[in-house]
């Protein structure tokens, strides 16, 4: 996630000559860390305000044809310890997703009505998940006003969302606030950015919070320790397969 250059001050000066598609492209590359290894803490609170307190740790890589490979594996509390789930996220193709169940030793593969559950009992979809968008999502700027832009997406026929909403920071392209609809149109979900760190010439999201307004629930996700630009060896192609996942990873 870029810090603020020259060039993205231009961006910004030039706002309204930038397309939604575009804005959204570039926010997309601004999250794209490649080799990065992340500790993170995710906290799931309950309407009540009873906690759960999850660790994992994330894995990413991006090889050739910017197939981009993400690995979560929970290490913590020790009924989820050595879950995992596998993205690959292909630029022109379906994405997969893969869960690994250490307490039944079995693989699934997370498609169709699957993407729309919840991922490991948090306020985040298997959807939410993805990186990319699908091929038929359109983008459209709403506001155009001070520090931000405000983008509307009707994210396609297979999207359980009937409409996202979107802020995007016009320095780093950073998108800190997202808002989810059901397919009544009603509000379902808010994901917003807690907090950021400069990294060199990166901005990585280190605090984010996933509300669910109609449940009253809430996922907080905070990155603990982080290093990018991990060498390729740390990081095999075979660290991200099936296979590893059901050897242990």
Known sequence: MRMM??????????????????????????????NSIQNLEMVIVSKSGGERV??????????????????????????????????????????????????IKRTNRISGKSR??????????????????PPDAAHTVTSDAGETWVIDTKPGADSSYSRLVTTVRKADFVPVKVVFYDTDGEVLKELNVTDTAAEGDLVLVTGSTMKNVQKGTQT????????????????????????SMEQGG
Do not use: C
């Open 116 to 133: 729309k559950g919840s991922f490991m009992g948090s306020d985040f979809s298997y959807e939410d998940m993805e990186f990319s968008d």
């Open 54 to 103: 999850r660790e994992l740790e994330l894995k990413v890589k991006v090889g050739d044809e910017d197939v981009r490979r993400s690995l979560a594996r929970f290490t913590a509390p020790s009924d989820v310890a050595g879950t995992q789930l596998l993205l690959v996220d292909h630029p022109d193709t379906v994405d997969e997703q893969l869960l690994y169940l250490p307490a």
């Open 220 to 243: 907080r996700l905070t990155v603990k320790s982080h290093r990018i630009n991990v060498p390729d060896e740390e990081l095999p192609d075979s660290l991200f397969t099936k296979a």
């Open 5 to 34: 250059t020259a060039l993205a001050l231009l961006w910004s000066a030039t706002a309204s000559a930038q397309t939604a598609e575009e804005i959204m492209e570039k926010a997309r590359e601004a999250r794209q860390i490649e």
